[in-house]
């Protein structure tokens, strides 16, 4: 129990004396910056207490001079038993901070950004249509003339009805391969391509036997 005991007091007894000498180290520090500079002159300070030395630095409204600082240095120095490293940064007037601070607090605050524009229905259709009309036009057979398209919009996604002037149908295999090639093109796997062959009027068919003679 003695050796128990004994093993225990001294780190104890250590840790005091640290905690002691580290509390001189401070009370030093604040007596001597106490003198060093005048009343509202500090604004901040930063005070490393080290087993061997102390590194001090002050922000200040003042200028002190590097005589002082050393004088100060060494005051500390006798009353806390550590070398001192002490050094003085100026920063603006007390007013002048002051002033400062009370222009930050006056600043607006930024806006917020502006919401984006709503889109309307007739914006969005013309989007769509912009989109699908050159795809169609693109992968449309050239020899048989497309007389217009409707786009429709449902649940499951978009519609396109297209009229065709031809002498016969398109053949269902031609109809997927187009409806495939939009689907890739306009990234739209749920679109739907219905085709309806119209008659081919007279006017046109008079342009077609006139080209042929």
């Not at 601070?101 to 709503?118: D, H, K, N, Q």
């Not at 499951?156 to 295999?173: H, K, T, W």
């Amino acid at each position: 129990m003695i050796v128990l005991l004994g093993a225990v007091a001294v780190p104890l007894k250590k840790a005091f004396v640290q905690v002691a000498g580290e509390a001189v180290a401070r009370s030093a520090v604040q007596q001597v910056v106490k003198h060093l500079l005048p009343p509202g002159a500090l604004v901040s300070q930063q005070v490393d207490v080290e087993p061997r030395s102390i590194s001090i630095r002050l922000f200040a409204t003042e200028q002190v001079s590097e005589d002082k600082q050393r004088e100060a240095e060494q005051r500390i120095q006798q009353r806390s038993g550590r070398s001192v490293s002490l050094s003085v940064a100026s920063v603006a007037s007390q007013s002048e901070l002051t002033h400062m601070m009370e222009r930050l607090s006056a600043t607006p605050a930024m806006p917020p950004p502006a919401p984006p524009a709503v889109e309307t229905i007739d914006r969005l259709r013309a989007k769509l249509l912009g989109r699908i009309s050159p795809a169609l036009t693109a992968i449309w057979p050239t020899a048989i003339p497309l007389s217009g398209f409707e786009v429709a919009l449902s649940d499951n996604g978009v519609i396109i009805d297209a009229q065709y002037e031809s002498d016969r149908d398109l053949s269902p295999i031609a109809l997927g391969l187009i409806s495939k090639q939009l689907q890739v093109d306009l990234k739209l796997p749920t679109l739907v391509l219905n085709a309806r062959r119209v008659r081919v009027t007279r006017h046109r068919n008079s342009e077609r036997e006139a080209q042929a003679r």
